[in-house]
């Protein structure tokens, strides 16, 4: 162990604005613009060592707490559930859930059984039972637009940004559900036994959001 | 052939040879130290009805619990936590034993969780409770056991952070708020969820309570949390977080300072616990291994009205962060003839890592013992005739 904390990254564009959160923030993130094959990046700069992985797995590992700190999609948050801190909002990888139908569609109108198509099935159960909605859900893996405009359901609720793709395919949305950014996580154990080290890095994290505003 | 029997059913394990004497040796070690304490033994059964939990508050989501319809048509769960069938046999079987009661007990719970979340359905917990008890006393007597149960589980570094059930409970009740908002509330806090705690508290009318509650559930950490926390203005509040600092002091005075920390956002399982609660962690565990605190409410709810505190550790979690220690296996193979059966045996009662061999010839379980790597052979049928292999 390299007495580093070790922080798990999203792949992709959460990872690179984290990264450039860090650098604003003074840290040295070089490792991670020349990751090579290596698995684990040391960001001594950061007080971290960071693995890169795929969303639902950031909460898995923090979790289990064989990494201290995660950031991970809100999206992500809502849909796995689980136990850690959440304590910063990050601010990007802003975007929103929302529910869409096909352009004209009153999906809250009538009384007929109504089925919504989604990646998140808890995010839309939660979201219906809410308002009091009995909606069937079938979970989709890929591209959710595809469902309403087969045929396969009414309504899709899925992570909007600008509403391009959905307007592209005849889609518009009903309901903006809640807005949805990246986050800090970090393990519940590791905030106790490690709680300088883990505030360290709240604290750089901080920074970097100060020196963006 | 299939082989889907091979495993055991999601989050159970089996445990061989040195893992079970690690184990086994854990648990000696807490019923030796709560013995000492005054504390004596229940075993409970694995199956409890439905009605008891649903009395004595859920200790976990409903969907978590293994639940099924007994014969009778009646619910029943294999029991989520030790704390309310304890409580139900100090109610009833116990009903006409003076208080305070010290129970302790070595057991598993049960959970079902999710698919592949890796988490176990089965934990041994080792855990005490004193009921009958009220007040700092007893809170300190079951927090330097907690402390001590630690150190004897040979957990040389590790934390117990305090709370205070009745701070959120005072605060959230000055704020005019329905169960639902309180429970969204009470989420945010168990979660630190500082930013969306601000938002979701700016939308109540009394500023005093909404800033006292956004500024406490942050505080964690060592004795400063009570000056930072400073006044809350709110009686009852002022009153929790009083105790919380005596409770504080008297353990840092009794030695404790450096392993116990304040958390004044602790604000799990909110309708079950009512003063000073607290969880422990283990380098090298990420979850918590020890969770307890004072539950005065739920020995009313059981028709014997009691204060009663308590706590339970995860003998497993403590047990996986143990390296496992190899099993000492046989050393030496007993031949004999049923007619020499009680030389076999007294030769078995003297030999401390010895075996019968189940061998018709010498011949044979020579061989036997040799496959086996055994290092000699006995003849009962020969008066005991020893060879070296």
């Known amino acids: ?213 | 052939m299939p082989t889907d029997w091979v495993g055991a059913p999601e989050g159970a394990r089996d445990k061989l040879f040195g893992a079970c004497q690690a184990r086994r040796a854990l648990e000696n070690s807490a019923r030796a130290l709560f013995a000492r304490f005054g504390y004596a033994e229940l075993m409970t059964p694995a199956l409890e009805r439905g009605e008891l939990f649903e009395r004595t508050g859920l200790p976990m989501p409903a969907e978590n619990m293994c639940r099924f319809v007994g014969r009778d048509g009646r619910l029943v769960v294999m029991r989520p936590d030790s704390t309310a069938p304890a409580a139900r046999v100090a109610a009833a079987r116990l009903a006409g034993r003076p208080m305070p009661l010290r129970l302790y007990y070595i057991q598993d719970i049960y959970r079902a969780d999710d698919e592949h979340t890796g988490r176990p359905a089965e934990i041994r917990q080792a855990g005490v409770e004193l009921i009958g008890a009220p007040g700092r006393r007893a809170d300190l007597e079951v927090l330097s056991l907690a402390a001590r149960t630690l150190f004897a589980l040979g957990v040389a570094d590790f934390r117990i952070e305090l709370g205070h059930a009745a701070l959120f409970r005072a605060l959230s009740q000055r704020l005019d708020i329905d169960g639902a908002d309180r429970e969204e509330l009470r989420a945010l806090i168990e979660q630190k969820n500082f930013a969306a705690l601000g938002d979701r508290l700016s939308g109540f009318e009394n500023r005093p309570v909404r800033e006292a509650i956004g500024r406490l559930c942050m505080l964690f950490g060592g004795r400063e949390v009570f000056r930072e926390a400073g006044l809350l203005g709110v009686p009852e509040a002022d009153a929790a977080l009083n105790d919380l600092k005596e409770t504080y002091a008297a353990l840092e005075n009794a030695g404790f300072g450096g392993r116990i920390q304040i958390d004044l956002g602790l604000v799990h399982q909110m309708d079950y616990y009512t003063g000073v609660v607290f969880r422990g962690y283990a380098a090298g565990v990420g979850r918590a291994v020890l969770t307890g605190g004072r539950y005065d409410n739920l020995m009313g709810a059981l028709g014997r009205s009691a204060p009663a505190t308590g706590f339970a550790v995860d003998l497993d979690a403590l047990c996986d962060r143990l390296p496992v220690p190899e099993a000492a296996g046989p050393e030496t193979l007993i031949h004999f003839s049923p007619e020499h059966l009680q030389t076999a045996l007294a030769l078995l009662d003297t030999r401390p890592r010895a075996e019968l061999s189940p061998c018709g010839t010498l011949a044979a379980s020579r061989a036997l013992a040799r496959a086996r790597n055994l290092m000699r052979l006995i003849n009962a049928d020969a008066d005991g005739e020893e060879e070296s292999l």
Request: net charge neutral; hydrophobic share 45%; charged share 25%.
């Open chain 1, 1 to 213: 162990m390299s007495g580093l904390l070790r922080l798990a990254l999203t792949k992709g564009r959460l990872e690179a604005e984290t990264r450039a959160l860090l650098a604003r923030a003074g840290a040295d993130v070089s490792p991670l613009l020349t990751p090579g094959r290596r698995l684990v990046h040391p960001l001594p700069g950061a007080g971290v060592e960071a693995v890169l992985a795929k969303a639902p797995d950031v909460i898995t590992y923090v979790e289990h707490g064989v990494c201290e700190l995660g950031v991970v999609g809100k999206d992500t948050i809502l849909e796995q559930g689980r136990s850690f801190y959440e304590v910063l909002d990050l601010g990007f990888g802003a975007c929103r859930f929302a529910l869409a139908v096909k352009r004209g569609d009153d999906f809250f109108g009538g009384y007929g059984h109504r089925r919504a198509a989604t990646k998140y099935p808890r995010v839309a159960a939660n979201y219906f039972a809410g308002k009091g909605l009995d909606v069937e859900i079938i979970k989709i893996e890929g591209s959710v637009e595809l469902a309403p405009v087969l045929g396969l359901a009414d309504a899709i609720v899925d992570i909007v940004e600008t509403g391009a793709t959905l307007r592209e395919n005849g889609l518009e949305t009903v309901e903006d559900i809640c807005p949805v950014s990246a986050r800090l996580i970090v393990n519940v154990a590791a905030m106790k036994m490690k709680r300088s080290a883990v505030q360290d890095f709240i604290a750089l994290c901080r920074k970097g959001l100060e020196a963006k505003a």
